[in-house]
């Protein structure tokens, strides 16, 4: 069964780039089969999708946050990262780590589904 | 980007009840679809994917269902322990996922 658990600050200033980290255990990261993502949710926007990153080294980002985001497999740590350039308050959520399994990478890959995620970490932009 | 609208937002049941949530998707999604149970102060939890495969130690009692870009979850025999928050999500646009808004289970 695997475990997902993210850390990094609760409360960060607008303009900054907070960065999350998950920590994978009972599964490694080293894995062809899983993919490793970022899911935020809040009251006015509910769920969205951020991006995922692969063992492969690829990384996907929903293109509503492209240009802000960047998501790294680290895999001498087991451990996956977000981070997430010049927030605001709209950025203020619960953010969730998650894996799933796949088969292949990218768009020509079959999904199935976020089989695991991690309790999520609530980030708030205040200044 | 594609648009999943459920329904109803809040549907109100008793326990044993036979109940039925949808998921309207604004193009079609292929059958890349994933149903989530999240409960208060939880994460969600994967229920179903592929729009009808229940994933692993989920009771029978939840199913999926598809018909074109209308998705259903069914549960049959509401149990106490599923009154949430469910809600669909495709993972067929790559990479621009995106989730419906959620239906509440709330006792009756």
């Known amino acids: 069964q695997m475990f997902l658990q993210e850390s990094g600050p609760g409360l960060v200033r607008p303009s900054e780039t907070p960065s999350l980290t998950c920590t994978v255990s009972?599964?490694?990261?080293?894995?062809?089969?899983?993919?490793w993502g970022w899911v935020r949710q809040s009251p006015g926007k509910g769920l969205e999708w951020i991006g995922s990153?692969?063992?492969?080294?690829?990384?996907y980002y929903n293109p509503s946050f492209r240009s802000r985001v960047s998501i790294s497999v680290d895999t001498s740590r087991n451990k996956f990262s977000l981070e997430l350039e010049s927030v605001t308050a709209a950025d203020t959520a619960v953010y969730f780590c998650?894996?799933?399994?796949?088969?292949?990478?990218?768009?020509?890959?079959?999904?199935?589904?976020?089989?695991?995620w991690g309790r999520g970490i609530r980030v708030v932009v205040s200044s | 980007e594609v648009v999943l609208t459920q329904s109803p937002a809040t549907l109100s049941a008793s326990p044993g009840e036979r109940v039925t949530l949808s998921c309207r998707a604004s193009?079609?999604?292929?059958?890349?679809i994933a149903w989530y149970q999240q409960k208060l102060g939880q994460a969600p939890s994967l229920l179903i994917f592929?729009?009808?495969t229940r994933a692993s130690g989920v009771p029978a009692r939840f199913s999926g269902s598809a018909s074109g870009t209308d998705f259903t979850l069914t549960i049959n025999g509401l149990q106490s322990e599923d009154f949430a928050v469910y809600f669909c999500?495709?993972?067929?646009?790559?990479?621009?996922?995106?989730f419906g808004q959620g239906t509440k289970v709330d006792m009756k």
């Open positions: 998650v894996c799933g399994r796949s088969y292949g990478y990218g768009s020509t890959a079959v999904y199935y589904g976020l089989g695991f």
């Open positions: 009972g599964g490694s990261v080293r894995s062809y089969d899983h993919y």
């Open positions: 990153g692969f063992y492969s080294g690829s990384t």
């Open positions: 193009q079609s999604v292929s059958n890349n």
């Open positions: 592929r729009a009808s």
């Open positions: 999500h495709q993972y067929d646009a790559w990479p621009l996922w995106t």
